[in-house]
């Protein structure tokens, strides 16, 4: 009677002696380790094509406006005691494109005080005219009146017009915008 020991194989042992075809059915360790090295590899393969891709394609969206100061007029090109509209133009990044914009603003002043006024109506955005005579500015679309500082006299309008930050440099008027 013959004894035979029982003996185990391990893994890399398992394969000695075997054909090559026999060789090539993998055990499923095997297997599932290639599986793993495999699916690293392609995830590290579409990491490095989608990520600037993507970095490509939303950077313009991640760019916050720019803030900063834009010399708009002169003091001394400003009428005392009543508003003045004045256009002034900004580069600006639109998407991938950077291009000068237009844009008009009233500046009233008063003696040494200067404000600027937005002409965008705070109701519904139409563009406010001012009126020289009842140094007002009224909205053509709805009949919204306001007084010479911005502040609601009559009409649908929420809220005063909108005043931006601004101050006076060597005789320069600086207006603080964000693009
Ligand atoms: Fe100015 Fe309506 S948009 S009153």
Redo the contacts with the bound molecule.
């Keep these: 009677m013959s004894h035979q020991p029982n003996k185990k194989e391990c893994e890399c042992c398992k394969d000695l002696g075997k054909s090559p075809l026999e060789q090539e059915e993998m055990s499923p360790g095997r297997r599932k380790m290639l599986g793993a090295i495999v699916a690293v590899i392609n995830v590290g393969i579409v990491g490095a094509i989608v990520g600037p891709v993507m970095g490509f394609v939303t950077s313009p969206m991640n760019q916050r406006g720019k803030k900063g100061w834009v010399k708009i007029a002169r003091i001394e090109e400003i009428p005392d005691g009543r508003a003045t509209e004045i256009r002034y133009s900004m580069r600006t990044k639109d998407g991938y494109h950077v291009v000068d914009r237009e844009y008009s603003i009233y500046v009233r002043r008063d003696g040494e005080q200067v404000m600027c006024i937005d002409p965008a109506?705070t109701?519904?955005?139409?563009r406010v005219e001012y009126q020289v005579d009842r140094d007002r500015f009224l909205?053509p679309?709805?009949?919204?009146v306001f007084d010479k500082h911005g502040g609601v006299v009559s009409?649908?309008?929420p809220k005063g017009l909108i005043r931006h930050l601004v101050k006076v440099e060597g005789g320069n008027i600086l207006l603080h915008r964000e693009v």
């Design positions: 109506c109701h519904l955005g139409c909205c679309c709805h009949g919204g009409g649908p309008p």
